[in-house]
């Protein structure tokens, strides 16, 4: 078998670093590089509704794009009215200090739409400008700065051990015209890197930031494929994180376990919020699960509840291994009824269905997941 050959494996070294950029193809200095840029591998990709609408230019003669950078990093800047931009130009753009290269993902009205969801008024002075559509020698040097970004993790990651910090460095980012990096990393707690950041700078000759960024975004960042079998729902296409809490574990009747309720960044998963709002509206029906059933053989308390089959089961207090599954129409008719001061024999006579608690049940029951939510 022959060796991997070497200019196969540098192709595909570049690739993957100018992958986490939107770029199918690593770009070339000196080359048209129409093709950089391709909606099947830009991560988060967003679609341009309002392409055909005109383009607004304020009254400084301003118009506003999208641009994209590493990773999920996107953010607005303003262009001058003489320049046309389109998605999938490589950019150089203002930056502190000196300037930065990054791809036009969107253009036109659509991006004043993505300044409201973020809160960003329309004029603003504080948006940062696009100076020109990247030249050979910017592209040169943005290619020679992403080659660091590898190396310059690994070794930050071995200065980090030496110097005993409780920190995990994830991931670096050269800024386009190699003055400047931004190391992020995962802690969990505060670090005192002061040490760290004299080194780096010495050994990068780089102008350095430390950015602390939580599990989930580091999992956003490091990708990889869920329990589900699909790529990480951070990973691929979600831009923004809801909190996630344990109560949309419970609303959704699942078993309280962690191993499974836990995703791999440690937290709950985010897909348990997909359908939480389903759960609470098929839950209008149902009757408060603090409420008892009274019986003439004694009073039942609530267990769990089959939503969507409309299905609650019950066990009387002195009986609490031994569930009773009731429909719903027959729990309100017998909530009705207590309430006229009528109480049926038993509950067994409503009863579809029997069940005996198991040990797992009472395990689950006993865990304590409050250190999920956030």
């Known amino acids: ?36 840029f391709s909606k099947r591998c830009a991560k988060m990709d967003a679609t341009d509704w309002l392409k055909d609408y005109p383009i607004t230019i304020d009254e400084a003669g301003y118009y506003y794009v999208e641009i994209r950078f590493k990773n999920n990093r996107k953010e607005i800047f303003k262009a001058s009215s003489d320049q046309e931009y389109t998605a999938g130009d490589i950019v150089a753009v203002e930056a502190s200090p000196g300037h930065d290269i990054g791809i036009v993902s969107m253009v036109g009205e659509t991006v004043r739409l993505q300044m409201k969801r973020k809160g960003i008024k329309f004029p603003s002075d504080d948006i940062k400008k696009v100076y020109r559509k990247a030249r050979a020698t910017d592209i040169e040097k943005w290619v020679a ?26 991931d670096v980012e050269y800024q386009g015209d190699n003055t400047k990096a931004i190391f992020y990393y995962t802690a969990d707690e505060r670090v005192d890197f002061r040490e760290l950041i004299k080194i780096l700078a010495d050994e990068f000759r780089v102008r350095i930031e ?32 809801k909190s996630v809490g344990t109560h949309s574990a419970r609303v959704q009747q699942l078993s309280l376990n962690p191993q499974k309720l836990a995703g791999q960044c440690g937290k709950l998963k985010c897909c348990l919020n997909y359908e939480y709002a389903t759960y609470l509206d098929a839950m209008k029906g149902f009757p408060d699960v603090e409420m008892k059933l009274r019986t003439k053989k004694g009073d039942a308390v609530h267990q769990k509840t089959d939503i969507f089959r409309k299905i609650m089961w019950y066990s009387y207090q002195h009986d609490p291994n031994h569930y009773l599954a009731i429909p719903l129409e027959a729990v309100l008719n017998i909530i009705e009824n207590n309430k006229k001061g009528v109480f049926p024999e038993n509950l067994e006579d409503f009863a579809s269905k029997k069940e005996v608690k198991t040990e797992m049940d009472t395990l689950l029951t006993q865990d304590d997941l409050t250190r999920f939510d956030e």
């Open 1 to 36: 078998m022959e060796d991997y050959p070497e200019e196969r494996r540098k192709t595909n070294h570049a690739y993957h670093q100018f992958f986490t950029r939107a770029c199918c193809h690593d770009p070339k200095p000196y080359q048209n590089n129409a093709k950089v």
């Open 145 to 170: 700065a992403v080659e660091h970004e590898d190396k310059a993790t690994l070794k930050t990651r071995g200065i980090a051990e030496k110097l005993r910090l409780v920190m995990k460095v994830n």
């Open 210 to 241: 430390m950015k602390q960024i939580g599990v989930r975004q580091e999992a956003s960042r490091l990708g990889g494929i869920g329990t589900c079998g699909r790529e990480l729902c951070c990973a691929s296409w979600m831009s923004c994180f």
